[in-house]
Each structure stands twice: as C-alpha cells, then as structure tokens.
C-alpha cells in the first residue's frame, strides 16, 4: 500500500498492509486530516519517523470482528491495559503506549492501519465523513472541560483562531461563558466572526486586560507567556500547544500568582461524536481543502498557509 512516509522529508513509499495482532482490527482509511501536530512533526516535535497522521475515518475490513463493515474513527493512544496508569484509569498516559502517527505506530496517511477493537467508536450513519474526521480535535476542545470543572461565571480568553481554538471557541460558547477568541492575524479573527465566534484582534487586547481562565491554542512558543501576561492571580492557564522547540516559562511569575498550570491533550470521543451527531457544533466552516491522498504533498503544503484550517485527505478511490 502507498504511504506518507516522514523521515527528514515527507515522501510517499510502498510499504506493507499491516498484519493485525491479537485484539486488533484492520481498517481502511476512507479519510484523514492534517493537523498542526503533523507540522510541528516534519520539524522536529517527537523525533518521530515513520507514517504520519492520527485523525481519521476508516472502515473495519477485519471480516472474524462484530465491528466488520462499520465506519469508525479512532482513539490515537494505544496503551497496555495493564500498568498502573491503566489501570487507574489513564489509559492516554500509559508508560509503554503508543502514539498513532506520532509516537511508535504507524500513522493514517497509508491505505490501512491495524488498531485495538477498544480505540475504535462507530460513527453515527448521519455524521458523513469530512464530518466525523473532527471528531479527534473535537474531542480534545472537550476535555478541557473533563478535566476542569470550570463555572460560567469565570471569564475566559482563548489564544488562537486556528483549528483547535476555533473548536475550543465552540465549545466554550456553549457552555455559555463570557469569553473572547484572539489572534494576531486580522483575516483569523474575522473568520471566525462568521462563526457567531466572539473574537478579536490581538493588537485590541490592552495590556491590562485578564481573565479567570485563559486557554492557549496558539500552536507557537509565544503563547505561554502572552496567556501568563493576561491572566488574573488564582488563574488557570490550560496549555493546549505542542511544538518543537518549546518555551521556557517564568517560573517566578507562576509562584508568585498562584498560577495553576493545566496541560490538556486527548479527550473522550463519545461526548464529540455526540455534539456532531446533534449538529450542536458545525465544523464544515472549517474544512479550507480537500485533496486526493495521491495529492497529499500538495495538501500538506496548503496545511503551512497560516490562513487555513482543516485540509482533508480523501483516501477514497
């Protein structure tokens, strides 16, 4: 089968239709995307080498298996079930997991991939495809609220109107909070205005102004300390940002303000499945492209142009 294959240079290769091991299915890729995850990857995040990609819709083609024939999309860690953090319930922080597409698994820019049965969730028939691909970030804009019990009369300013903040934006709106989406990029923030998204320039955001919470989605090293700069003492700061060469944060400033520091990644796919299942979130604004897999160099190129946002990647032939 043909696959994006990354090391040092993105390329695309023949390489073998994985054999499933005990617990596994195999499944066809019908779609994946790109996200800034994978970019941050082709510069250096994770060391990672191998097939890139982690957000996907496929179909299980494992015929022995009660899921053959369902359409699926799929959880990225694939832990051990054993070790303490599994089972104590942390499953995405297993210490001998495995990443897909980012940490020692092959990824879904390929025509299959081989998964746990338990990673797999069944797309809803009315979620179409282009769809249940944000289902991955959907979920990870909702756990911040698993991991956060935050009450909506706390205010709330989102750092970043790229694809995960203008699904975090989404879904802080609904929960009904007094927030506000910025960017430095002015066609950003009035994209997202179409939304129905509150939102801002940076350059509007006075050097006094804070809040309760601030949520960093900005994808670069700067937003830590721009989101530290605007948040109120007792703060909460919840880090949604991965990159290749990192910040490093003033400690002091956290001590002396009684910051707490929430890091936030994966989340649960069931509640994201549900709010696309109820169209209570509409991420279709969202999809700037969709290219043929046998494009995706050209997609991954149109990916870098900071005023995109989802590229999709049709697997279908």
Known sequence: MQALFF???????????????????????????????????????????????????????????PLYGKTVVGEINCSCGHCYLCLSGRHAHCSKRNVIGIAG???VFAGFISLPAENLHIVPDTVPGHIAIFTEPLAAAVEIFEQLHMKPSKSVFIFGAGKLGLLVSMVVRLQGFDYTT?????????????????????????AGEKAEVCIDCT??????????????????????????????????SIVINEFTIL????????PALNLLERKLVDPSPLISGEYAFNDILKAFESAKNPLNHKIIIDHRP
């Open 105 to 107: 698994h092959q990824g």
């Open 263 to 270: 890091g936030s990644r994966c989340g649960l796919f069931k």
């Open 182 to 206: 910025f960017d430095p990029i002015p066609e950003k923030t009035a994209f997202a205005s179409t939304l129905g998204i509150h939102s801002k320039s940076l350059t509007e955001l006075q």
């Open 7 to 65: 090391e040092n240079e993105l390329l695309l290769k023949e390489i073998p239709v994985p054999v499933s091991a005990a617990g596994e299915v195999l499944v066809k890729i019908l779609y994946s995307a790109i996200c800034n995850t994978d970019l941050e990857i082709i510069k250096g995040y994770m060391g990672f080498r191998g097939v890139l990609g982690h957000e996907f819709v496929g179909k299980v083609t494992s015929v022995s298996h």
């Open 219 to 252: 994808g670069n090293a700067e937003g830590f300390g721009l989101a530290l700069e605007h948040l109120w003492p007792g703060g909460t700061l919840i880090l949604k940002t991965t990159v290749a060469d990192p910040s490093k944060p003033d400690l002091n």
